[in-house]
């Protein structure tokens, strides 16, 4: 699965994701790759369930980790969605700064539908286009 975003009008690719019965992983985004992917959303969901990935971006070593909580229904742009939420938090290993946690709403057949940081990020899925089969 491949995200996208406009930018000043033209189409680019921000992820490219694997979805699996384990879960949802990215592989990549912004042109760089995860090694290994990181799992953003277990499968199946069990509220409470906690993981943790450690990957290598770039030049970096990131610390990932996720805990997913009760699945809620959210209205965006792109419609209304039983979502399975989950708090990701993210730390560069060789660094004690801490970035902003993220919750993230991901809809079962359609991928993430909202985002949020107490930084003030905000995601909403605008809209939703299935896959053409």
Known sequence: MTTEFEDGGQWRVGEKMLVSSRGLFVLERGGSTFDPPVCLLKLPHKPGAQWETVTKFGDSEIRFKHKALRPELVRVAAGRFEALP??????FVDSD???WPNTHWYAPGVG???????????????SFTPPER
């Open 86 to 91: 989950v708090v990701e938090h993210m730390q």
């Open 97 to 99: 700064a801490k970035l």
């Open 112 to 126: 993430r539908v909202k985002q949020t940081n107490e930084g003030g990020l905000r995601y909403l899925m605008e």
